[in-house]
């Protein structure tokens, strides 16, 4: 997961994006990614089945989180003592949009941050 956030943040620093979406995606990506370690399909390594990608359109930075599960991606609502379940309510507060797209390898897990004004 550390190599996953690095290379956000990395990326995003290269790119000279706004002072604080370097911060955001670290965070984001390493929620995505914990989801994806998290959900993986049984039997399949962590480290191969996990990708990471980073994109620019326009004024948008894309991450991508690519893993071999097939499960959908849904929010859920934490309780108030638990330890898990508020991931993705961070990302949708936190990006400018989300989603997720199912394909013949798993799912790919998207968000975007407006990085350039």
Same mark, same amino acid.
């Given at each position: 997961m550390a190599s996953a956030r690095r290379f956000v943040r990395d990326t995003a620093? $290269? %790119? @000279?994006?706004v002072a604080h979406v370097p911060e955001i995606a670290e965070l984001l990506v390493s929620e995505l990614v914990a989801n994806a370690i998290a959900? @993986?399909? =049984?039997?399949?390594s962590r480290a191969s089945a996990i990708r990471v990608t980073v994109g620019r359109e326009k004024n948008l930075m894309t991450v991508d989180v690519h893993d071999s599960s097939t499960r959908i991606p849904r929010m859920r609502r934490a309780a108030r003592l638990g330890t898990s379940g508020r991931g993705l309510g961070v990302v949708q507060a936190l990006s400018? $949009? %989300?989603?997720w797209t199912l394909n013949p390898y798993g799912n790919s897990v998207w968000l975007q941050?407006? =990085? %350039?004004?």
């Open positions: 620093t $290269d %790119w @000279n994006v959900h @993986n399909t =049984a039997g399949v400018h $949009d %989300w989603g941050i407006l =990085a %350039w004004p």
